[in-house]
């Protein structure tokens, strides 16, 4: 005897009052969001991210003033989403500077970084590739057997494709 499925429940009068409220401060909260991200799309992507960890943690009957939690964490979101940001150009800044001077130790402090323009334009001139690994290797730090896993190649090709396109970023800084 198979179970048998749950309906799916209609919206409550908690639902009804998330909805009420978010429809009511959904201008407000855009506004936010783009005033820290400074881009449409990353806005929005904050705003959604932020309705929905709102949302679950109101059906948990968790929120008392709403409106003001929703505030919060489309702020919360926005600077903790730009923070990972910074920190991800960081280390690509300081690992293209070690590239481009063919320094065999790891950068410090006192390496002079790429600004950021010339490294996204350098970057732009890779193939999708290079992008991808880079990104996966270096930005996102995914260890190289799980890199290896999500595009289906080997993890020597992960390492040797890494190496390759790093070389290829510190020439293109140098040049």
Known sequence: MEPELAEPSSPDANDEEFLRVL????????RIAYSIMRNEDDANDVLADAVAKTYARWRRGR????????????????????RRRRSQIRALQLLAAQTAANHDDIADSSTPLVPPQRLHSCLSGLSEDCQTIIRL?????????EVAARLFISQGTVKSRCSRCLKKLGQGLRE
Not at 137 to 145: G, H, M, S
Request: hydrophobic share 45%; proline share 3%; glycine share 2%.
């Open 23 to 30: 429809e009511a401060e959904h201008a407000l909260l855009a």
């Open 63 to 82: 929120i008392d003033d709403l409106a003001h939690y929703l505030s919060r964490a489309v702020r919360n979101t926005a600077i903790g989403r730009t």
């Open 137 to 145: 290797r270096i930005l996102e730090e995914i260890p190289v057997k």
